[in-house]
């Protein structure tokens, strides 16, 4: 279950942030990105992943934790990339449409809704501190790339000891501890740099005047002292050198995962690949019902209603069902073809 802290931090602001920009009508298009880029990323380093990973024009880029869609968005304004969002945050999900007009996919990392080998890059900023279970995002993001592809990485790493809290949520991991997460995820790290400086006056001041415009509407809120708590706890421990941003670039090498039955090495079949991806799909359809909020909308006149709620709790039942039939399968050594 997500902090209470965490969504006031990635969701609630990040709604606010689109409300914010699109107050300020025209004037809010060339605030859109730097105001979504919030907390993850500056020019400069957006430049230097985005060089690093060779991005290109037609380039279909996988933004995992996309957040509000501020970096996805440059990436597509100066490089031209076809940039796809994942992010579980439905707030923020629905920031990153109604801002840049991209395709958003609300779902968990750790089970990413996509064939295998779908994308040629990806990129993944501010998100691997944020979870305990690195290991499954980046498994799965290696899945979904292409072999040789490149994985862009924003990660705020532990310098030593912790004397001041932590934000809520966070759990930062040392740099050899990242670097063996990476080699046994199927990445190969090719580059790595602190976080470089000299973001120009002209985004910052951007960026502020969003961020103002939401402090002043909301600083009333609980979510908004949540989210300024934790940057405060982040500011501290940058102050005090005890944690540090970095850049990487790593490569995704061929897959080699084997699975063991009876002593015997086989290859996972196509059958084990197909459920995979049957129930990733299966998942993220049930998230996003979840994430339309059935109970209020039955609060609403009916003629506001985007589905039937009804509709919804039965479509989520049955989701549920066929979930936990995929997952029997997959667990199930029959399924393999080696009966």
């Known amino acids: 279950m997500t902090a209470p802290a965490m969504a006031a931090e990635f969701d609630d602001v990040a709604g606010w942030t689109a409300e914010a920009v699109e107050g300020l009508g025209p004037l ?23 060089e690093a990973c060779e991005l290109a024009a037609g380039t279909r880029l ?17 490089f031209g990339v076809r940039p796809v969002l994942l992010e579980p945050m439905p707030a923020a999900c629905r920031a990153a449409a109604r801002l840049f007009g991209l ?6 990392g750790r089970r990413i809704p996509l064939r295998t080998a779908s994308m040629d890059a990806a990129w993944c900023l501010g998100v691997l501190c944020t979870l305990q279970d690195k290991a499954a995002l980046l498994g799965e993001i290696h899945r979904v790339l292409k072999p040789g592809s490149s994985l862009g990485l924003l990660v705020v790493v532990a310098r030593g000891p912790r004397t001041a809290p932590a934000p809520a949520g966070n759990h930062f991991p040392t740099q050899p501890e990242l670097t063996a997460l990476l080699r046994a995820a199927g990445f190969e790290p ?56 970095r850049l990487i670039h790593a490569v995704s090498r061929p897959a080699t995962v084997h699975v063991t039955h009876g002593g015997t090495m086989t290859t996972p079949t196509g059958d084990h690949e197909f ?30 209603w985007l589905y039937d709620p009804t509709d919804v709790e039965r479509d989520e039942i049955g989701l549920r069902d066929l979930l936990g039939a995929a997952e029997a399968l997959e667990e199930d050594p029959r399924s393999d073809g080696n009966t």
């Open 190 to 245: 090719v580059e790595r740099i602190e976080h470089p400086g000299g973001t120009p006056r002209s985004w910052s001041r951007r960026a502020e005047q969003v961020a103002a415009i939401v402090a002043r509407r909301h600083r009333a809120h609980p979510a908004y002292a949540l989210a300024a708590e934790q940057d405060a706890r982040f500011a501290r421990l940058f102050a005090t050198g005890q944690i540090s941003t």
């Open 275 to 304: 459920l995979h991806e049957f129930e990733t799909e299966v998942q993220a359809e049930l998230s996003m019902a979840e994430s339309s909020l059935p109970q209020e909308a039955a609060a609403l006149p009916p003629s506001e």
């Open 103 to 108: 395709p958003v996919i609300t779902a968990d």
């Open 28 to 50: 809010g298009r060339r605030h859109a990105i730097p105001a979504a880029c919030r907390g993850s990323a500056s020019p400069a380093a957006l430049a230097w992943l985005a």
């Open 62 to 78: 996988l933004d995992v934790g996309a957040g509000a869609g501020g970096p996805a968005a440059w990436a597509a304004e100066r």
